[in-house]
C-alpha cells in the first residue's frame, strides 16, 4: 500500500521556522516527483513545490518564493518542506503528495496523498 504520512507541524510564532517532513511507504520516493500543497480554511488546497526525481525543484507559489524550500534524503525516504520567515497567512493544514507523472501545479496530477499536519503561525 502506499502511503505518505506528514509531520512537523505545530504553532510557531511570526517570523520563526519549521520543518515538515514527508515519509512514504510502499513505494521509493525518488522514482516520482513529490509535491507540497496547503489549504487554509475556505480557501483551495494550493501548490507550494515540488521536486522531481533527479531532484530539480519548481515552484509554483509566489507567496513563498524565497521563504520556502523543498529537498529530500533518499537515504530516509522522506521529502522535507523547510518553512522560513514564517507570517500568519502562512497558516493551514499542509500536505505531501505524490505525482502521477512528472512536477504538476495542479492537485489532480496527484495520486497519492498524505493526511496533512497543521501549521500556525500566531503570536
Known amino acids: 500500500q502506499l502511503q505518505l504520512v506528514e509531520s512537523g507541524g505545530g504553532l510557531v510564532q511570526p517570523g520563526g521556522s519549521l520543518r515538515l517532513s514527508c515519509a512514504a511507504s510502499?513505494?521509493?520516493?525518488?522514482?516520482?516527483?513529490i509535491g507540497w500543497f496547503r489549504q487554509a480554511p475556505g480557501k483551495e488546497r494550493e501548490g507550494l513545490l515540488c521536486?522531481?526525481?533527479?531532484?530539480?525543484?519548481?515552484n509554483y507559489a509566489d507567496s513563498v518564493k524565497g521563504r520556502f524550500t523543498i529537498s529530500r534524503d533518499n537515504a530516509k525516504n522522506t521529502v522535507y518542506l523547510q518553512m522560513n520567515s514564517l507570517r500568519p497567512e502562512d497558516t493551514a493544514v499542509y500536505y505531501c503528495?505524490?505525482?502521477?507523472?512528472?512536477?504538476?501545479?495542479?492537485?489532480?496530477?496527484?495520486?497519492?496523498w498524505g493526511q496533512g499536519t497543521q501549521v500556525t503561525v500566531s503570536s
Open positions: 521536486i522531481s526525481t533527479s531532484g530539480g525543484t519548481t
Open positions: 503528495a505524490k505525482a502521477a507523472l512528472g512536477c504538476m501545479r495542479v492537485v489532480y496530477e496527484y495520486d497519492v
Open positions: 510502499g513505494f521509493t520516493l525518488d522514482d516520482y516527483a
